[in-house]
C-alpha cells in the first residue's frame, strides 16, 4: 500500500500501567507522534504550517484492540493519511507486535484550526495533498452514543503541563481523565477493547472538568468530560477480561 | 571514564510545554529510563530483582541546567553510577546538546526496597558492583531546605496512571505537582536553573496531597508536598529569566 508511514517503538516503563500495560494515554500520544514524523517527512510539519496560523487537530477516534501492548515489547506503528474533503482528514493507524500481527486499529479525524481564532479551517489541497490519499465529497458519521445518564463524576483540573505547544491540551490527556474516573478495581480486571471518542470543544489551562462514567448493562462505559452544562468529549469503552 | 552508559533521545512534541522547553517532569522520565537500560546492560535489571522482590527507588535529586532542551533537539543522556555504601547508592546523570555540550548535570541517590514491606534494605554487593562504581563508607548529606511557611497551595489526587509497574507512584510527577502549583504566568517566564530535591515517604493511589509553593526574596521557590502534617517531598529551585 502506498504512503503508509511507519516507526518503530518499544514500551518503555513510563508508557506503562501498574499491570504492565501500555496505557491508552501513551499509545494515542505515540500514534501522534507518527503522523507528526510523517508530517516533516513530506515536508508539512508544523513550521510549515506556523505562517499560516494553522495547527492540525484530532476531533475523533475509532480503536480497536486485539490487545495491549505491554512492557518491552517492540512494536511498530503505521499510519496512513486516507481520504479528505473540505474541513474533514481522515487517518488509519495500526500497531503491529514483533510477529508483525496487528494488535490494533485505529480510524482518526484531523481538522485545520487557526491557532488565533481556534475555529475551524477548510483544508488546502497543497497541506494534505503530499500525504496522499484523495479527496471525496464524503463525510464519515460517527457512531452516535447513548445518553449518559450517572451523576457521579471526578473533578479534573487542567494542569501547566497538560497544554502543549499549541496551547492546546494535547487530546490524549482525556483518556486518563476518562478512565481514572473508573477506578483502580475496575482497571485492574479490564483491558480496552474498543473505543469511540469524539472531541467538540477545547478545554483551557486552569478549568476544572468532571469527568462522569457510566457502566452500561453490556459492560461498556459511557464517559464525558463536561464544566457544568458544557460537552466538551464523550466516548463509549467496551472491555475485555485482562488477560 | 569507565562505565558510562548513553543513550541518544530526541525531545519530541509529548516531552514538551507550551514555550517548546522539555519539561522537568519528562527529562527525569528519560535519566530513570537511562538508568534502567544501563540495568539490563550489566544483566541487573527489574526481572533479577524480581524473585528478590526488591526494587529501586530514588530519594534525592540535585540538578544543575545551563538551559532546558527544546523541541526537535537530539541530545545524549549520560550516566554512570558511582559509589554506594551499605543503603545509599550514588548515580550520575548529564545530557549532552547536540555540540556535545553539557546541558544538565544531575546526581541521584537510588536505595533498594523491599517490594512488600515498602522497607529500605541493604545493598547486596553483587547487584550493585556490576554497575562499576566503589564502595564506601561516607554518607553524602543532602544540602539542608530552609523551612517553608507558605500556607498557599494546590490539592493533587494521585491517579491510576500516576502508577508505575512497581505500584509506586513514579517520583517524575512529583516535578509536576510542585511546578504547577507556580503557575503559568510565572512559568511562562521563567526557566529551571538548580534544583534540590528530597523525596521521604511514598504516596499512595487515591490519596489527595496538597502542593505547598513559597517564592523567597532570593528569587528561588520552596515546595512541599503533603498530605495535612504528612511530608512526602519538598524541594528548592532557583530559576533563570526564559531565553
Known amino acids: 500500500m502506498e504512503n503508509i508511514f511507519k516507526l518503530p517503538y518499544e514500551v518503555v516503563y513510563y508508557d506503562t500501567d501498574v499491570k504492565k500495560r501500555m496505557t491508552l494515554e501513551r499509545l494515542v500520544a505515540v500514534?501522534?507522534?507518527v503522523s507528526e514524523e510523517q508530517s516533516t517527512f513530506v515536508g508539512r510539519d508544523a513550521a510549515y504550517l506556523a505562517p499560516l496560523n494553522l495547527g492540525w487537530v484530532i476531533t475523533q477516534y475509532e480503536m480497536d484492540f486485539v490487545r495491549m501492548p505491554i512492557l518491552?515489547?517492540?512494536l511498530e506503528f503505521l499510519t496512513q493519511a486516507t481520504s479528505w474533503n473540505?474541513?474533514?482528514c481522515y487517518r488509519n493507524f495500526w500497531v503491529k507486535d514483533a510477529k508483525g500481527e496487528v494488535i490494533i486499529e485505529m480510524s482518526a479525524t484531523f481538522v485545520l484550526m487557526d491557532l488565533t481564532e481556534r475555529k475551524l479551517k477548510s483544508v488546502p489541497e497543497n497541506i494534505i495533498a503530499p500525504f496522499g490519499g484523495y479527496k471525496e465529497n464524503k463525510i464519515k458519521r460517527s457512531p452516535k452514543l447513548p445518553a449518559l445518564n450517572a451523576t457521579d463524576f471526578l473533578p479534573y483540573r487542567v494542569r501547566y503541563f497538560d497544554?502543549?505547544?499549541?496551547?492546546h491540551v494535547n487530546n490524549s490527556h482525556y483518556f486518563s481523565w476518562m478512565l481514572d474516573a473508573?477506578?483502580?478495581d475496575f482497571l485492574n480486571a479490564h483491558e480496552v477493547k474498543k473505543v469511540t471518542i469524539r472531541f467538540d470543544k477545547e478545554v483551557a489551562y486552569g478549568q476544572e472538568v468532571q469527568s462522569y462514567v457510566e457502566i452500561l448493562d453490556d459492560g461498556s462505559t459511557l464517559h464525558e468530560i463536561k464544566e457544568g452544562p458544557d460537552l466538551f468529549a464523550n466516548a463509549q469503552v467496551w472491555w475485555q477480561d485482562r488477560a
Not at 497544554?163 to 496551547?167: E, G
Request: hydrophobic letters at 35%; charged letters at 25%.
Open 182 to 184: 473508573l477506578g483502580a
Open 163 to 167: 497544554l502543549d505547544s499549541n496551547q
Open 72 to 74: 518491552g515489547e517492540k
Open 86 to 88: 473540505k474541513y474533514f
Open 31 to 33: 500514534c501522534v507522534l
